[in-house]
Protein backbone atom coordinates (compact mmCIF):
# COMPACT_ATOMS: atom_id res chain seq x y z
CA UNK A 1 0.00 0.00 0.00
CA UNK A 2 1.51 3.06 -1.43
CA UNK A 3 1.43 6.70 -0.14
CA UNK A 4 3.43 9.40 -1.52
CA UNK A 5 4.20 12.64 0.00
CA UNK A 6 3.11 15.38 -2.61
CA UNK A 7 5.22 18.21 -1.94
CA UNK A 8 5.11 19.32 -5.86
CA UNK A 9 1.67 20.06 -4.80
CA UNK A 10 3.03 22.79 -2.46
CA UNK A 11 3.48 25.54 -5.06
CA UNK A 12 0.81 25.26 -6.98
CA UNK A 13 -2.06 25.41 -4.27
CA UNK A 14 0.08 28.64 -2.83
CA UNK A 15 -0.34 30.35 -5.98
CA UNK A 16 -3.93 29.44 -7.09
CA UNK A 17 -5.45 30.19 -3.24
CA UNK A 18 -3.20 33.67 -3.54
CA UNK A 19 -4.74 34.25 -7.09
CA UNK A 20 -8.11 33.31 -5.73
CA UNK A 21 -8.07 35.68 -2.58
CA UNK A 22 -6.76 38.44 -4.56
CA UNK A 23 -9.37 38.59 -7.25
CA UNK A 24 -12.12 37.94 -4.92
CA UNK A 25 -13.52 35.06 -7.53
CA UNK A 26 -17.48 35.35 -6.69
CA UNK A 27 -18.53 33.24 -10.18
CA UNK A 28 -17.79 29.38 -10.83
CA UNK A 29 -17.36 27.66 -13.73
CA UNK A 30 -20.46 26.40 -15.82
CA UNK A 31 -19.47 23.07 -16.58
CA UNK A 32 -20.10 19.74 -13.69
CA UNK A 33 -17.03 17.72 -12.17
CA UNK A 34 -15.95 15.17 -14.44
CA UNK A 35 -19.97 14.24 -15.01
CA UNK A 36 -20.08 13.94 -10.96
CA UNK A 37 -23.41 12.03 -10.34
CA UNK A 38 -26.29 13.69 -8.04
CA UNK A 39 -26.10 12.88 -4.46
CA UNK A 40 -28.46 10.40 -3.16
CA UNK A 41 -31.06 11.84 -0.27
CA UNK A 42 -29.79 11.41 3.15
CA UNK A 43 -30.68 8.17 4.92
CA UNK A 44 -30.41 7.71 8.44
CA UNK A 45 -29.75 4.11 8.25
CA UNK A 46 -26.84 4.47 6.23
CA UNK A 47 -24.84 6.21 9.48
CA UNK A 48 -23.90 4.14 11.93
CA UNK A 49 -25.31 4.47 15.25
CA UNK A 50 -22.57 5.28 17.97
CA UNK A 51 -23.13 2.04 20.28
CA UNK A 52 -22.32 -0.12 16.93
CA UNK A 53 -20.33 -2.91 17.93
CA UNK A 54 -17.43 -4.31 15.74
CA UNK A 55 -16.80 -7.75 14.56
CA UNK A 56 -13.62 -9.36 15.60
CA UNK A 57 -12.44 -11.90 13.35
CA UNK A 58 -11.12 -15.07 13.83
CA UNK A 59 -6.97 -14.73 14.97
CA UNK A 60 -5.10 -13.74 11.50
CA UNK A 61 -2.98 -16.24 10.27
CA UNK A 62 0.26 -16.81 12.15
CA UNK A 63 -0.56 -14.85 15.28
CA UNK A 64 -1.27 -18.07 16.90
CA UNK A 65 1.70 -19.74 16.41
CA UNK A 66 3.62 -16.60 17.64
CA UNK A 67 1.35 -16.56 21.19
CA UNK A 68 1.94 -20.18 21.26
CA UNK A 69 5.94 -19.70 21.14
CA UNK A 70 6.02 -16.90 23.45
CA UNK A 71 4.31 -19.04 25.86
CA UNK A 72 6.62 -21.90 25.41
CA UNK A 73 9.54 -19.81 26.33
CA UNK A 74 7.69 -18.11 29.24
CA UNK A 75 7.32 -14.78 27.79
CA UNK A 76 3.59 -14.68 29.35
CA UNK A 77 3.59 -10.88 28.98
CA UNK A 78 4.03 -10.68 25.00
CA UNK A 79 2.06 -13.36 24.64
CA UNK A 80 -0.63 -11.54 26.69
CA UNK A 81 -0.58 -8.39 24.57
CA UNK A 82 -0.72 -10.18 20.77
CA UNK A 83 -3.44 -12.24 22.47
CA UNK A 84 -5.56 -9.13 23.69
CA UNK A 85 -4.37 -7.60 20.33
CA UNK A 86 -5.99 -10.36 18.55
CA UNK A 87 -9.55 -9.49 20.25
CA UNK A 88 -9.52 -6.27 19.10
CA UNK A 89 -12.36 -5.50 16.35
CA UNK A 90 -10.51 -5.53 12.92
CA UNK A 91 -11.74 -5.37 8.74
CA UNK A 92 -12.01 -8.97 7.11
CA UNK A 93 -10.45 -8.12 3.25
CA UNK A 94 -11.73 -9.14 0.64
CA UNK A 95 -9.04 -9.80 -1.60
CA UNK A 96 -10.17 -12.13 -4.86
CA UNK A 97 -11.36 -15.36 -5.72
CA UNK A 98 -14.54 -15.61 -8.37
CA UNK A 99 -17.44 -14.39 -7.43
CA UNK A 100 -18.83 -17.87 -5.78
CA UNK A 101 -15.71 -17.69 -3.64
CA UNK A 102 -16.17 -14.64 -2.34
CA UNK A 103 -19.53 -14.44 -1.47
CA UNK A 104 -19.21 -17.40 0.74
CA UNK A 105 -16.47 -15.64 2.36
CA UNK A 106 -19.11 -12.95 2.94
CA UNK A 107 -21.89 -15.17 3.87
CA UNK A 108 -19.51 -16.87 6.51
CA UNK A 109 -17.98 -13.81 8.11
CA UNK A 110 -21.88 -13.11 8.35
CA UNK A 111 -22.95 -15.73 9.89
CA UNK A 112 -20.12 -15.42 12.56
CA UNK A 113 -20.74 -11.55 13.22
CA UNK A 114 -24.21 -12.33 13.80
CA UNK A 115 -23.09 -15.18 16.66
CA UNK A 116 -21.20 -12.00 18.07
CA UNK A 117 -23.91 -9.58 17.55
CA UNK A 118 -21.49 -7.21 15.91
CA UNK A 119 -21.07 -5.04 12.73
CA UNK A 120 -18.57 -6.77 10.13
CA UNK A 121 -16.23 -3.97 8.45
CA UNK A 122 -15.38 -5.34 4.64
CA UNK A 123 -13.18 -4.11 2.73
CA UNK A 124 -13.37 -4.41 -1.11
CA UNK A 125 -9.76 -4.86 -2.78
CA UNK A 126 -9.96 -6.28 -6.08
CA UNK A 127 -9.63 -3.45 -8.56
CA UNK A 128 -8.15 -3.89 -11.56
CA UNK A 129 -4.41 -2.55 -12.04
CA UNK A 130 -4.69 -2.80 -7.96
CA UNK A 131 -1.46 -0.68 -6.44
CA UNK A 132 -0.10 0.29 -9.71
CA UNK A 133 1.35 -3.42 -9.71
CA UNK A 134 3.39 -3.37 -6.80
CA UNK A 135 3.82 -4.91 -3.56
CA UNK A 136 -0.28 -5.53 -3.22
CA UNK A 137 -0.55 -6.60 -7.01
CA UNK A 138 -3.48 -8.35 -8.54
CA UNK A 139 -7.50 -7.58 -9.32
CA UNK A 140 -9.88 -8.73 -11.33
CA UNK A 141 -8.98 -8.96 -14.87
CA UNK A 142 -11.38 -6.49 -16.14
CA UNK A 143 -14.29 -3.94 -15.62
CA UNK A 144 -16.64 -6.12 -16.50
CA UNK A 145 -14.95 -9.10 -14.19
CA UNK A 146 -14.72 -6.91 -11.45
CA UNK A 147 -18.81 -5.47 -11.58
CA UNK A 148 -19.80 -8.93 -11.64
CA UNK A 149 -17.36 -9.87 -8.36
CA UNK A 150 -18.70 -6.68 -6.56
CA UNK A 151 -22.50 -7.96 -7.52
CA UNK A 152 -21.47 -10.57 -6.01
CA UNK A 153 -20.50 -9.31 -2.85
CA UNK A 154 -23.21 -6.77 -2.85
CA UNK A 155 -25.67 -9.69 -2.97
CA UNK A 156 -24.14 -11.75 -0.09
CA UNK A 157 -24.23 -8.83 1.82
CA UNK A 158 -27.90 -8.34 1.30
CA UNK A 159 -30.28 -6.41 3.66
CA UNK A 160 -27.57 -6.77 6.40
CA UNK A 161 -26.10 -4.29 8.16
CA UNK A 162 -22.15 -4.03 7.45
CA UNK A 163 -19.47 -1.34 6.66
CA UNK A 164 -17.78 -1.65 3.08
CA UNK A 165 -14.39 0.14 2.09
CA UNK A 166 -13.96 0.48 -1.37
CA UNK A 167 -10.70 -0.20 -2.92
CA UNK A 168 -7.96 1.45 -0.17
CA UNK A 169 -5.65 3.36 -2.95
CA UNK A 170 -7.56 3.19 -6.01
CA UNK A 171 -8.72 7.04 -6.11
CA UNK A 172 -5.12 8.18 -4.43
CA UNK A 173 -3.04 6.10 -7.20
CA UNK A 174 -5.01 6.15 -10.52
CA UNK A 175 -3.60 4.70 -13.56
CA UNK A 176 -1.35 8.22 -14.71
CA UNK A 177 -0.49 8.50 -11.02
CA UNK A 178 1.36 4.96 -11.78
CA UNK A 179 3.57 6.33 -14.67
CA UNK A 180 4.01 2.48 -16.07
CA UNK A 181 3.89 1.91 -19.65
CA UNK A 182 0.23 0.85 -21.38
CA UNK A 183 1.94 -2.26 -23.08
CA UNK A 184 1.95 -3.60 -19.26
CA UNK A 185 0.18 -1.67 -17.53
CA UNK A 186 -3.52 -0.59 -19.76
CA UNK A 187 -5.90 0.47 -17.24
CA UNK A 188 -6.91 4.29 -17.48
CA UNK A 189 -8.61 6.79 -14.93
CA UNK A 190 -12.37 6.89 -16.48
CA UNK A 191 -12.19 3.02 -15.79
CA UNK A 192 -11.27 3.15 -12.48
CA UNK A 193 -13.62 6.33 -11.54
CA UNK A 194 -16.04 3.91 -13.33
CA UNK A 195 -15.06 1.01 -11.47
CA UNK A 196 -15.47 2.74 -8.13
CA UNK A 197 -19.21 4.37 -9.17
CA UNK A 198 -19.95 1.08 -9.95
CA UNK A 199 -19.17 -0.44 -6.69
CA UNK A 200 -21.23 2.45 -4.54
CA UNK A 201 -24.20 1.75 -7.05
CA UNK A 202 -24.11 -2.09 -6.30
CA UNK A 203 -22.77 -1.79 -2.54
CA UNK A 204 -25.15 0.93 -1.29
CA UNK A 205 -27.86 -0.20 -2.69
CA UNK A 206 -29.20 -1.55 0.83
CA UNK A 207 -29.94 1.27 3.47
CA UNK A 208 -28.37 -1.45 6.14
CA UNK A 209 -24.68 -0.91 4.18
CA UNK A 210 -22.57 2.55 5.15
CA UNK A 211 -20.03 2.61 1.79
CA UNK A 212 -16.81 4.37 2.12
CA UNK A 213 -14.42 5.43 -1.14
CA UNK A 214 -10.76 5.84 -0.90
CA UNK A 215 -10.13 9.37 0.83
CA UNK A 216 -6.11 8.51 1.24
CA UNK A 217 -4.32 10.25 4.09
CA UNK A 218 -2.97 13.66 5.10
CA UNK A 219 0.40 13.21 3.63
CA UNK A 220 -0.48 11.94 0.40
CA UNK A 221 -2.89 13.89 -1.99
CA UNK A 222 -4.15 17.46 -1.62
CA UNK A 223 -7.66 18.40 -0.26
CA UNK A 224 -8.96 19.56 -3.48
CA UNK A 225 -7.55 16.81 -5.41
CA UNK A 226 -9.07 13.97 -3.50
CA UNK A 227 -12.31 15.90 -3.50
CA UNK A 228 -12.45 16.21 -7.46
CA UNK A 229 -11.50 12.38 -7.46
CA UNK A 230 -14.05 11.44 -4.69
CA UNK A 231 -16.74 13.17 -6.18
CA UNK A 232 -16.68 11.81 -10.02
CA UNK A 233 -16.41 8.09 -8.30
CA UNK A 234 -19.77 8.93 -6.30
CA UNK A 235 -18.68 9.68 -2.98
CA UNK A 236 -22.41 11.91 -3.02
CA UNK A 237 -24.25 8.29 -3.39
CA UNK A 238 -22.06 6.71 -0.84
CA UNK A 239 -21.88 7.30 3.03
CA UNK A 240 -18.31 9.14 2.91
CA UNK A 241 -14.63 8.15 2.62
CA UNK A 242 -12.07 6.82 4.87
CA UNK A 243 -8.93 7.70 5.77
CA UNK A 244 -5.11 6.37 6.66
CA UNK A 245 -6.03 2.83 5.31
CA UNK A 246 -2.32 0.63 6.29
CA UNK A 247 -1.07 4.07 7.40
CA UNK A 248 0.31 6.08 10.19
CA UNK A 249 -0.58 9.60 10.73
CA UNK A 250 -2.37 10.53 13.66
CA UNK A 251 -5.81 10.98 15.12
CA UNK A 252 -5.18 15.08 14.58
CA UNK A 253 -4.20 15.52 11.37
CA UNK A 254 -6.49 12.80 10.04
CA UNK A 255 -9.46 14.26 11.29
CA UNK A 256 -8.46 17.87 10.36
CA UNK A 257 -7.52 16.47 6.83
CA UNK A 258 -11.09 14.82 6.70
CA UNK A 259 -13.20 17.95 7.72
CA UNK A 260 -11.71 19.77 5.35
CA UNK A 261 -12.29 17.40 2.19
CA UNK A 262 -16.19 17.33 3.21
CA UNK A 263 -15.94 21.31 3.32
CA UNK A 264 -14.08 21.27 -0.26
CA UNK A 265 -17.01 18.59 -1.42
CA UNK A 266 -19.38 20.53 -0.27
CA UNK A 267 -18.35 23.96 -1.71
CA UNK A 268 -16.79 22.79 -5.07
CA UNK A 269 -20.37 20.55 -5.77
CA UNK A 270 -22.56 23.40 -4.73
CA UNK A 271 -23.51 25.63 -8.25
CA UNK A 272 -23.98 28.50 -5.79
CA UNK A 273 -21.13 28.74 -4.62
CA UNK A 274 -18.11 31.17 -5.52
CA UNK A 275 -15.76 27.77 -5.90
CA UNK A 276 -18.43 25.63 -7.74
CA UNK A 277 -16.48 23.40 -9.70
CA UNK A 278 -13.22 24.40 -8.80
CA UNK A 279 -11.26 21.94 -6.78
CA UNK A 280 -8.03 24.18 -6.93
CA UNK A 281 -9.21 26.88 -4.81
CA UNK A 282 -10.07 24.35 -1.65
CA UNK A 283 -7.09 25.02 0.96
CA UNK A 284 -5.13 22.20 2.18
CA UNK A 285 -2.20 20.40 4.25
CA UNK A 286 -0.04 22.46 1.77
CA UNK A 287 -1.33 25.96 1.50
CA UNK A 288 -2.07 28.25 3.42
CA UNK A 289 -1.06 25.56 6.21
CA UNK A 290 2.73 23.85 5.91
CA UNK A 291 2.54 20.35 5.30
CA UNK A 292 5.76 19.85 7.97
CA UNK A 293 4.80 21.80 10.80
CA UNK A 294 0.85 20.61 12.23
CA UNK A 295 1.14 23.85 14.02
CA UNK A 296 0.53 25.66 11.50
CA UNK A 297 -2.83 23.53 9.89
CA UNK A 298 -5.01 25.59 11.84
CA UNK A 299 -4.79 28.24 9.01
CA UNK A 300 -6.63 26.03 6.94
CA UNK A 301 -9.02 25.29 9.10
CA UNK A 302 -9.70 29.04 9.40
CA UNK A 303 -9.59 29.24 6.12
CA UNK A 304 -12.66 27.36 5.41
CA UNK A 305 -14.08 28.61 8.63
CA UNK A 306 -13.91 32.39 6.09
CA UNK A 307 -14.92 30.69 2.78
CA UNK A 308 -17.49 28.00 3.05
CA UNK A 309 -19.93 30.85 1.88
CA UNK A 310 -23.03 28.96 2.95
CA UNK A 311 -21.76 25.51 1.97
CA UNK A 312 -22.35 22.99 4.76
CA UNK A 313 -20.03 20.40 4.81
CA UNK A 314 -22.14 16.80 5.02
CA UNK A 315 -19.94 13.88 3.88
CA UNK A 316 -18.66 11.49 6.35
CA UNK A 317 -15.52 9.47 7.13
CA UNK A 318 -13.85 7.17 9.23
CA UNK A 319 -10.23 6.66 10.00
CA UNK A 320 -7.92 3.07 10.01
CA UNK A 321 -5.84 3.90 13.83
CA UNK A 322 -4.80 0.34 13.46
CA UNK A 323 -1.44 1.28 13.88
CA UNK A 324 -1.31 4.91 14.17
CA UNK A 325 -0.61 5.03 18.17
CA UNK A 326 2.83 6.71 17.49
CA UNK A 327 2.68 8.76 14.63
CA UNK A 328 4.66 8.29 11.63
CA UNK A 329 8.43 7.49 12.26
CA UNK A 330 10.67 10.31 11.13
CA UNK A 331 13.29 8.28 10.73
CA UNK A 332 15.31 10.48 12.86
CA UNK A 333 16.66 8.32 15.14
CA UNK A 334 18.30 6.85 12.77
CA UNK A 335 21.11 9.34 12.18
CA UNK A 336 22.29 8.70 15.68
CA UNK A 337 24.64 6.37 17.13
CA UNK A 338 25.21 3.36 16.42
CA UNK A 339 23.38 3.73 12.60
CA UNK A 340 25.20 6.82 11.95
CA UNK A 341 22.76 7.24 8.79
CA UNK A 342 23.08 10.39 7.08
CA UNK A 343 20.05 13.08 7.15
CA UNK A 344 19.81 12.45 3.81
CA UNK A 345 19.55 9.05 4.20
CA UNK A 346 16.65 9.41 6.84
CA UNK A 347 14.78 11.57 4.74
CA UNK A 348 14.86 9.24 2.06
CA UNK A 349 13.69 6.96 4.52
CA UNK A 350 10.93 8.51 6.26
CA UNK A 351 9.53 8.86 2.37
CA UNK A 352 9.42 5.18 2.77
CA UNK A 353 7.92 5.45 6.29
CA UNK A 354 4.46 3.80 4.85
CA UNK A 355 6.16 0.50 4.12
CA UNK A 356 6.69 -1.95 7.48
CA UNK A 357 8.24 1.16 9.50
CA UNK A 358 9.63 0.36 12.82
CA UNK A 359 9.01 2.03 15.96
CA UNK A 360 4.95 2.25 15.19
CA UNK A 361 2.14 1.25 17.62
CA UNK A 362 -1.42 0.34 17.90
CA UNK A 363 -4.00 3.48 18.40
CA UNK A 364 -7.09 4.01 19.33
CA UNK A 365 -9.73 1.00 19.49
CA UNK A 366 -12.62 0.94 16.65
CA UNK A 367 -15.65 2.79 18.32
CA UNK A 368 -18.43 4.61 16.39
CA UNK A 369 -18.68 6.93 19.48
CA UNK A 370 -16.10 9.51 18.45
CA UNK A 371 -17.43 12.74 19.31
CA UNK A 372 -15.65 14.52 16.21
CA UNK A 373 -18.77 15.96 13.79
CA UNK A 374 -18.79 13.55 10.27
CA UNK A 375 -16.59 11.05 12.19
CA UNK A 376 -18.45 7.94 12.12
CA UNK A 377 -15.99 5.40 13.50
CA UNK A 378 -12.54 4.99 14.00
CA UNK A 379 -11.77 1.43 12.70
CA UNK A 380 -8.55 -0.98 12.30
CA UNK A 381 -8.63 -1.62 9.05
CA UNK A 382 -5.02 -3.02 8.35
CA UNK A 383 -4.45 -6.39 10.17
CA UNK A 384 -2.06 -5.38 12.89
CA UNK A 385 0.84 -7.76 12.21
CA UNK A 386 0.99 -8.06 8.72
CA UNK A 387 3.21 -6.93 6.27
CA UNK A 388 2.95 -4.34 3.78
CA UNK A 389 4.88 -5.89 1.29
CA UNK A 390 8.84 -6.77 1.43
CA UNK A 391 9.94 -3.50 1.70
CA UNK A 392 13.82 -2.51 0.09
CA UNK A 393 15.74 -0.76 -1.90
CA UNK A 394 14.68 -2.69 -4.93
CA UNK A 395 11.27 -1.56 -4.45
CA UNK A 396 12.52 2.31 -3.81
CA UNK A 397 11.47 2.56 0.01
CA UNK A 398 14.84 1.55 1.48
CA UNK A 399 18.21 3.47 1.44
CA UNK A 400 21.25 2.61 3.58
CA UNK A 401 24.44 3.43 4.07
CA UNK A 402 25.90 0.28 5.37
CA UNK A 403 29.66 1.39 5.48
CA UNK A 404 28.03 2.94 8.31
CA UNK A 405 26.32 0.70 9.91
CA UNK A 406 25.80 -3.19 9.55
CA UNK A 407 25.76 -6.51 11.52
CA UNK A 408 27.46 -9.93 11.31
CA UNK A 409 25.06 -12.17 8.48
CA UNK A 410 23.68 -9.10 6.87
CA UNK A 411 24.52 -8.76 3.20
CA UNK A 412 27.79 -7.53 1.74
CA UNK A 413 27.06 -7.55 -1.46
CA UNK A 414 25.06 -4.97 -3.58
CA UNK A 415 22.45 -7.50 -4.65
CA UNK A 416 21.46 -9.10 -1.33
CA UNK A 417 21.13 -5.62 -0.12
CA UNK A 418 18.93 -4.46 -2.59
CA UNK A 419 16.20 -7.28 -1.31
CA UNK A 420 17.39 -6.46 2.70
CA UNK A 421 15.26 -4.40 4.97
CA UNK A 422 18.18 -2.92 7.52
CA UNK A 423 15.21 -1.54 9.61
CA UNK A 424 14.61 -5.07 11.17
CA UNK A 425 17.68 -6.83 9.69
CA UNK A 426 15.98 -9.24 7.66
CA UNK A 427 13.96 -10.04 4.32
CA UNK A 428 10.04 -8.45 5.19
CA UNK A 429 7.53 -11.41 4.57
CA UNK A 430 5.44 -10.47 1.51
CA UNK A 431 2.43 -8.19 1.81
CA UNK A 432 -0.58 -9.56 3.74
CA UNK A 433 1.82 -12.34 5.15
CA UNK A 434 2.34 -12.29 9.52
CA UNK A 435 5.06 -10.40 10.25
CA UNK A 436 5.72 -11.69 13.84
CA UNK A 437 8.87 -8.89 14.66
CA UNK A 438 6.40 -6.35 13.75
CA UNK A 439 3.17 -7.21 15.07
CA UNK A 440 5.30 -7.48 18.66
CA UNK A 441 5.96 -4.16 18.37
CA UNK A 442 2.85 -2.67 17.96
CA UNK A 443 1.72 -4.24 20.32
CA UNK A 444 4.52 -3.35 22.54
CA UNK A 445 4.08 0.35 21.59
CA UNK A 446 0.32 0.76 21.42
CA UNK A 447 -1.11 3.64 22.55
CA UNK A 448 -3.26 3.52 24.41
CA UNK A 449 -1.97 0.17 26.12
CA UNK A 450 -3.67 -2.74 25.51
CA UNK A 451 -5.82 -4.54 27.96
CA UNK A 452 -8.11 -7.04 27.94
CA UNK A 453 -11.00 -6.22 25.52
CA UNK A 454 -14.28 -7.32 26.37
CA UNK A 455 -16.46 -7.42 23.24
CA UNK A 456 -19.34 -6.48 25.59
CA UNK A 457 -17.96 -3.20 26.18
CA UNK A 458 -17.83 -2.00 22.55
CA UNK A 459 -20.22 1.00 21.84
CA UNK A 460 -20.25 1.73 25.97
Known amino acids: MRSRLCRSLVLTGALTLTLVSAAGVSTASASAIGGATAPRPAQASHVLPSNTRFFVPPPADGSLSQIAGLLKSHDIKDAGLLAAMETVPSAVWLTGGTPAQVAKQVRTTLAEAALERTVPVFVVYDIPGRDCSEYSAGGAADQAAYGTWVDAV ?197 LGAWCNPTEAGLGARPTARTGVPLLDADLWVKTPGQSDGQCDAAGGVRTWDYSAYTQPGWPQDAAGQNLFDPLWGRVDPAAGAWFPAQALSLAQNANPALGLNLLAGQGR
Open 154 to 350: AKAVGGTRAVLLVEPDALGNMPSDCNLPTSSYPYTDAQRTAEVDYAVTSLERDANTSVYLDGTNSHWQAVGNISSRLLQAGVQRAQGFFLNVSNFQTDAASQDYGSWISSCIAMISDPSNWAYNRPDYCASQYYPATFSDFSTWSQTTAWYAQNMAGAVATTHYVIDTSRNGLGQNTMQGYTKAPYNQSEATATALE
